[in-house]
């Protein structure tokens, strides 16, 4: 009886304690997650027990998270770049800028 008052009662306020989905930027995958946690642990258990090597473990976590980050960023700007190259839409929209006596019917 007292775990259906407690199921019941938990499925009705589910909806106060559900996690919210963080939304990361496109470009951020569940490496990123993982060095991040990792950094995370890395920098409590320097905290908490300072010696040169948790430090040092630490900022090794931390550049390569850093390291992984910058090169996510770039692929995906790359690819951005790649899949706007295929458009040509987009060249249409640049030559219509650039050339101000072009009529809107150009564009479409």
């Given at each position: ?20 989905a963080q939304n990361?930027?496109p470009?951020?995958?569940t490496?990123c997650?993982?060095?991040k ?9 320097a ?32 690819r951005t770049?790649?899949?706007?190259a295929k458009s040509?839409?987009?060249?249409r929209?640049i ?5 101000k ?5 150009n564009?479409?």
């Amino acid at each position: 009886m007292l775990s259906l008052q407690f199921q019941s009662n938990a499925a009705a306020s589910s909806s106060s304690y559900s996690i919210s989905a963080q939304n990361h930027s496109p470009w951020w995958d569940t490496r990123c997650s993982f060095l991040k946690a990792l950094k995370r642990k890395a920098l409590r258990k320097a905290k908490s027990y300072p010696s040169i090597a948790n430090w040092f473990h630490y900022k090794k976590i931390a550049a390569r998270l850093r390291k992984y980050i910058k090169h996510c960023t770039r692929s995906y700007w790359e690819r951005t770049c790649v899949e706007v190259a295929k458009s040509h839409q987009a060249f249409r929209i640049i030559k219509a800028m650039l050339n101000k006596d072009v009529s809107r019917a150009n564009l479409i």
